[in-house]
Every structure is written in C-alpha cells, then in structure tokens.
C-alpha cells in the first residue's frame, strides 16, 4: 500500500474523532473487553503471556472458549505463531503487541487476523499512547509509534469495520478523577496525555 493510500484511511478515522481529546477514556480493561464478548464464543489472546487475562474472562464469562497464542515460550500457549492455527474465532484480543512490529508487519497481521475472524467477529486491541511519551518509550522494543488515527486507518486498510476507540489510564481513583475530571484542560493545553494505551474495537463485517 502507497502512503497516500494509508493517508486516506487514516484521515477517514480523523473526521470522526478530530483530536485525541475526542476519544472518552475509559479506567478497567476487563469490563470493557467484556462489552464484546457473548457466551459461547470463541476467544484467542494474542501476545497472552501468562494467560491471566483469559482466567479474569472466564471467571465472568464460563462458557467462553479461549485460546492463547505467544511467541515466548516462557509460559505454555495452544499457539507460537499465527500462521499455526487452522481455526477461527468469534473474538481476537491484541493488546500491547502491534508496536513491536514495522509498519508492513502490522499490516500484514491485521489482515491475518482478519482471515481467522468470524463473519461478525471482533478484534480488540491496545497500543501505547503516543500522547504520553514516556509510556511508549518505556520499552527499547517497541518499533512503530501509532497515533490512534494512524491505527485505525491500518484497520480500515485491512477491511475491518472500526466500531470504538477510547483511551485507557487506569489509576487509583482520586488520581482518575483529578486527572480526568479536574487537571484535563492543562494536559490538554500542554498537549500531552495522562491515558497509558489507545483503545480501539473493529469488527470483520
């Protein structure tokens, strides 16, 4: 894909959220995974480490069907690699992996992603905010830097659906509430952030 191309996508993501201060931030993951997720279905967790996350979705959910997949073999997965698995699922999670990757490896594995979804299927997925500098560069192997209009219109790119993007700080509550309700104009004015990650919800149509 030419960069006038991605240029296209990405400004159809900027019409309807013009600044990050557009996207609602929301405080607990877990609820709001859960917000797209139905029992009975199917779950893989890409870049799942321990797998905790997919105990926490069982705990709420018990009928869900999940399924892990890392490269690390620290801990075990039912995959290492996507190109293993032979099956599709109702829900992809994806949440702190694509910045690892260049942007052509992103691309490429969202469009995987896109082939092992279900007709209606979901992919929910993080990524640092590039607005709150110092949690992207935390990491030496981070390698793309996504603004949340950038990552939306690589999805678009791809054929998904974009259905949400929020952005995500989860603190102590009286930390929460004079950052998001008190102190948000001057972070605004001095355009930075506080919100960790960049939240963002497509469906395969």
């Not at 960069?3 to 600044?19: D, F, G, K, T």
């Not at 500098?133 to 209009?149: E, F, I, M, N, R």
């Not at 990552?151 to 009286?174: K, P, T």
């Amino acid at each position: 894909m030419n960069w006038s191309e991605q240029v296209l996508w990405r400004e159809r993501i900027h019409r309807r959220y013009p600044e990050i201060w557009n996207l609602k931030v929301v405080r607990k993951r877990l609820p709001f995974i859960l917000k797209y997720v139905r029992e009975g279905e199917s779950i893989l967790d890409v870049g799942a480490f321990d797998r905790a996350l997919g105990e926490r979705i069982r705990s709420r959910c018990p009928s869900v069907r999940y399924k892990s997949m890392d490269i690390d073999s620290t801990y075990p997965h039912d995959y290492y690699s996507l190109e293993e698995i032979r099956e599709t699922f109702d829900v992809i999670l994806l949440f702190e992996v694509i910045e690892h990757l260049g942007l052509e490896q992103g691309r490429a594995m969202m469009a995987r992603i896109f082939q092992i979804l279900n007709g209606g299927g979901r992919v929910i997925l993080s990524t640092p905010n590039v607005y709150t500098p110092g949690h992207y560069w935390k990491a030496v192997s981070h390698l793309t830097p996504y603004h949340y209009d950038e990552l939306g219109g690589v999805l678009l790119s791809q054929g998904f659906e974009v259905v949400e993007i929020c952005r995500y700080f989860h603190d102590a509550f009286l930390r929460f509430f004079l950052k998001v309700h008190l102190l948000h104009p001057v972070f605004r004015l001095m355009g930075v952030d506080f919100s960790q990650s960049i939240f963002l919800v497509a469906k395969k149509a």
